[in-house]
T-cell receptor
Framework: KAGVTQTPRYLIKTRGQQVTLSCSPISGHRSVSWYQQTPGQGLQFLFEYFSETQRNKGNFPGRFSGRQFSNSRSEMNVSTLELGDSALYLC?????????????FGEGSWLTVV | QKEVEQNSGPLSVPEGAIASLNCTYS??????FFWYRQYSGKSPELIMSIYSNGDKEDGRFTAQLNKASQYVSLLIRDSQPSDSATYLCAAQNSGYSTLTFGKGTMLLVSP
């Protein structure tokens, strides 16, 4: 079956702009999470969505936001981009919120802010 | 604050040897633990998951969990150069799919 699909894969933005990243989870998966990966900080949790509701949020400023649609697809938005937002943004999906469910990652969206 | 700690490495082992990767976690309520492998420029790939104290084996990989010591490890037997990657340890709490990751240990397997 198809895996987690993220678009776009690569993008370059200018400081101050905004960006929207998209994620389509594995068919049947209702939980979607977003992570930011940078060389210095590693993988850091951004948000978790389940049934269109944000269930958990990481320690990121309000410039980072997200949402989930009724078909479980999710988007995240970063406004007023800063150089430090340059990172690999990873989307992960799982069946539901039960502990122990396998969590699958997409290939990620590489964001460069110049 | 929940933390997962790993040695950054690199851990260098010769081909055919056993690689031992270790991880400690701070949140006692963490219930599930995962090891992911990440090649440079790629996304994390699940290697093993473990939920109960003790050992869990899958092919060349063995995960070990000791909840009393808040310690998780991954053993890779008969290490191959293709195992060279960064290995990420992650902890998960009940009721959330959220993972707390360590910063990863780089493993280098030399031919």
């Amino acid at each position: 079956k198809a895996g987690v699909t993220q678009t776009p894969r690569y993008l370059i933005k200018t400081r101050g702009q905004q960006v929207t990243l998209s994620c389509s989870p594995i068919s049947g998966h209702r939980s979607v999470s977003w992570y930011q990966q940078t060389p210095g900080q590693g993988l850091q949790f951004l948000f978790e969505y389940f049934s269109e509701t944000q269930r958990n949020k990481g320690n990121f400023p309000g410039r980072f936001s997200g949402r989930q649609f009724s078909n479980s697809r999710s988007e995240m938005n970063v406004s007023t981009l800063e150089l430090g937002d340059s990172a690999l943004y990873l989307c992960a999906s799982s069946l539901d919120l039960r502990s122990g469910n396998t969590i699958y990652f997409g290939e990620g969206s590489w964001l460069t802010v110049v | 604050q929940k933390e997962v700690e790993q040695n950054s490495g690199p851990l260098s082992v010769p081909e055919g040897a056993i690689a031992s990767l270790n991880c400690t976690y701070s949140d006692r309520v963490s219930q599930s633990f995962f090891w992911y492998r990440q090649y440079s420029g790629k996304s994390p790939e699940l290697i093993m998951s473990i939920y109960s104290n003790g050992d869990k084996e899958d092919g060349r990989f063995t995960a070990q969990l000791n909840k009393a010591s808040q310690y998780v490890s991954l053993l890779i037997r008969d290490s191959q150069p293709s195992d060279s990657a960064t290995y990420l340890c992650a902890a998960q709490n009940s009721g959330y799919s959220t993972l707390t990751f360590g910063k990863g240990t780089m493993l280098l397997v030399s031919p």
